[in-house]
């Protein structure tokens, strides 16, 4: 079983700063995914990015990083120079062999200009 | 369209009603997930299927949801006896293999 931890009920950033969204996981596979995935007031999830447990390097797609550590059990999700259109949910999930992600209550991302 | 089209988007149902739901694919996609997503929550895995076999349904929560996916390609979820706390936004995702990189835009089902 996989379970998902985001402590962060909501977050405010300033428009082109850097901001980091927490997620802490707990699984007993000894190979599973990591995801992150955006969800703004229309209501479609949009997938972002995608870590490996056994990936050296972090992701990283565009402005998203996923902050792996693996001792922590951690996988931040980090968006450089925030833009308005970034205010959304953001959740992470992670999956072990069977692709399929179980999600954590996520995240609220509010960036103000 | 190119993307995951779920119909229909509102669904307002009286208490004891039947309701079907319905997602299709992105075209060739062989994975096909339901999710339930309660207001304020993350989503909630519900069933997966991969073309047409459901090899996982431990997600439903009861024995009047159903899902089927007969010719690996359209699904339909089935929710019987409707009741207040099945009210949530069902969501349908695809993918060519592994985990749902694609969602539909989802369908709000209201219980009155």
């Known amino acids: 079983a996989q379970k998902i931890t985001q402590t962060q009920p909501g977050m405010f950033v300033q428009e082109k700063e850097a901001v980091t969204l927490d997620c802490t996981y707990d699984t007993s596979d000894q190979s599973y995914g990591l995801f992150w995935y955006k969800q703004p007031s229309s209501g479609e999830m949009i997938f972002l990015i995608y870590?490996?447990?056994?990936?050296?390097q972090n992701a990283t797609e565009g402005r998203y990083s996923l902050n792996f550590q693996k001792a922590r059990k951690s996988a931040n999700l980090v968006i450089s120079a925030s833009q308005l259109g970034d205010s959304a949910m953001y959740f992470c999930?992670?999956?072990?062999?069977?692709?399929?992600?179980?999600f954590g209550r996520g995240t609220s991302l509010i960036v103000h200009p | 369209g190119a993307g995951v089209s779920q119909s229909p988007r509102y669904k307002v149902a009286k208490r004891g009603q039947d309701v079907a739901l319905r997602c299709d694919p992105i075209s060739g996609h062989v994975s096909l997930f339901w999710y339930q997503q309660a207001l304020g929550q993350g989503p909630e895995f519900l069933t997966y299927f991969q073309n047409e076999a459901q090899l996982d349904k431990s997600g439903l929560p009861s024995d009047r949801f159903f899902a089927e996916r007969p010719e690996g390609s359209v699904s339909t979820l089935k929710i019987q006896r409707t009741q207040q706390e099945d009210s949530a936004v069902y969501l349908c995702a695809s993918s060519y293999q592994g985990a749902p990189q694609h969602f539909g835009d989802g369908t709000r089902l209201s219980i009155l």
């Open positions: 870590q490996g447990s056994y990936d050296e």
């Open positions: 999930a992670t999956s072990g062999g069977s692709y399929i992600p179980t």
